[in-house]
Every structure is written in C-alpha cells, then in structure tokens.
C-alpha cells in the first residue's frame, strides 16, 4: 500500500485548502482512511477518518463543522477539505490507512506542510 498525501501550502486565517491522499496497492474497500496533523514538539492527532467503504466519518471536535472528509472511488483518493482555517491548524497533515480491525494505522503517507497565517 502506497499513500500520497499533497495539497499543502500557505494560505490565510479564514481561508480554505483542499488535501488530497492519492492509495494505490488497497487490495479492497475495507479500509479506514485517516487524516493526522502533527505540530513539531506536540503528538500526532486524528483530523478525521473515513470508511472507505460505507463513508462513516469521524471528526475531532477542533474541525467538526470546518473540515470534511471525502473519497473519489475511480480516483482512489480521498481528500481533506479544510474551510475556516486558523492559525492553529498549522501543522503537517498525513494521510494514513489501516484495517478496521486494527488498533493502528498501517500505511502513512509522506506529510504535507499546511500553513495559515494571521
């Protein structure tokens, strides 16, 4: 399993930016398809998952509302629309996967730098 994450970039407080996870190598739908966000000296935190096959979503409480979870099956993407951005949701996002039976996610991807600015 290979993930891509990428999307990332500066934008302003208030702004919005879409991430994208690019898999190849998923051998079936069951998977869940997590977003993580790590600032440098603060541990890795869950954004979001999605399973990949029914499209139950998860949200933390800091982007409920602001951020949304979504999949292209013909594109085997999913991707991370983040809305409202503060300074705050400055971090490096990752794009991961795991088995729903799982405890821990299996696959990362490499991270992607998303900066907001006051």
């Known amino acids: 399993v290979q993930l891509q994450a990428y999307g990332g970039g500066l934008v302003q407080a208030g702004g919005f930016l879409r991430l994208s996870c690019a898999a190849s190598?998923?051998?079936?739908?069951?998977?869940?398809m997590g977003w993580f966000r790590q600032v440098p000296g603060k541990e890795r935190e869950l954004v979001a998952h999605m399973y990949w096959s029914t499209s139950n979503t998860y949200y933390a409480e800091s982007v409920k509302g602001r951020f949304t979870i979504s999949r292209d099956n013909a594109k085997n993407t999913v991707y991370l629309q983040m809305s409202s951005l503060t300074p705050e949701d400055t971090a490096i996002y990752y794009c991961?996967?795991?088995?729903?039976?799982?405890?821990?996610?299996?696959?990362w991807g490499q991270g992607t730098l998303v900066t907001v600015s006051s």
């Open positions: 190598g998923l051998t079936s739908s069951s998977y869940i």
């Open positions: 991961a996967a795991k088995r729903p039976y799982k405890a821990q996610y299996d696959y």
